[in-house]
């Protein structure tokens, strides 16, 4: 069973760091491509970030770029979200999420259940 | 880049049809045929329900369909069901590897 478990959100204040991380089981992780999707309270989706397998490209929303950088383990089997200059408006569920096998993205065919960042004086 | 566009509600009746439509521009919907669907109940994890226009994952009811004509895609719901009141997102590829989302639908049956 394909499961992805994120964790690291917390409380931080603006200008503050954060790393997040996702732990994933059941399927090929290293030939996976991977991102991180988000969402403010009562809005709606908005994607982060993508990487592809071995790590080797990243690609951002223009918003973080700069900020956040996306990497992943696969000795570990974990993808990474490092967060820095935190600001207000990052605060959001952030969610990892899979590309469906031999597609691209958004097929995002899994998701993990998400993990609170608040950005927060 | 801009969100995709989206109706912000839409309504039906059991057992009726209902189309949710995402237009975007040539640059995302009308360039690329992954375009994908994600259902997202109140406080749950999203769902992917149609990606690459048209294509279901394994367990999605054929009562969900997609489709797509120039710059615009869709979504039908076919036979509505009480548990298919969600919100409904679709997004883009957007080329360059980066990715759109549209503002979303609440999808009522009333």
């Known amino acids: 069973e394909v499961q992805l478990v994120e964790s690291g959100g917390d409380l931080v204040q603006p200008g503050g760091s954060l790393r997040l991380s996702c732990g994933a089981s059941?399927?090929?992780?290293?030939?996976?491509?991977l991102s991180w999707v988000r969402q403010a309270p009562g809005k709606g989706l908005e994607w982060v970030a993508n990487?592809?397998?071995?790590?080797?490209?990243?690609f951002y929303v223009e918003s973080v770029k700069g900020r956040f950088t996306i990497s992943r383990d696969d000795t570990k089997n974990s993808l990474y979200l490092q967060m820095n200059s935190l600001r207000n408006e990052d605060t959001a569920v952030y969610y990892c999420?899979?590309?469906?096998?031999?597609?691209?993205?958004?097929?995002?065919?899994?998701w993990g259940q998400g993990t609170l960042v608040t950005v927060a004086s | 880049q801009s969100a995709l566009t989206q109706p912000p509600s839409a309504s039906g009746s059991p057992g009726q049809s209902v189309t949710i439509s995402c237009t975007g521009s040539?640059?995302?919907?009308?360039?690329?045929?992954?375009v994908s669907w994600f259902q997202q109940h109140p406080g749950k994890v999203p769902k992917l329900i149609i990606f690459?226009?048209?294509r279901r994952p394994s367990g999605v009811p054929d009562r969900f369909s997609g489709s797509k004509s120039g710059n615009t895609a869709s979504l039908t719901v076919s036979g509505l069901q009480a548990e298919d009141e969600a919100d409904y997102y679709c997004?883009?590829?957007?080329?360059?590897?980066?990715?759109?989302f549209g503002g979303g639908t609440k999808l009522t049956v009333l």
């Open positions: 997004s883009s590829n957007l080329g360059s590897d980066s990715v759109v």
């Open positions: 690459e226009v048209s």
């Open positions: 059941g399927f090929s992780f290293r030939g996976s491509w």
């Open positions: 040539s640059s995302d919907v009308g360039d690329y045929n992954f």
């Open positions: 990487i592809k397998q071995y790590g080797s490209q990243t």
């Open positions: 999420a899979r590309v469906y096998p031999g597609s691209s993205w958004p097929s995002f065919d899994y």
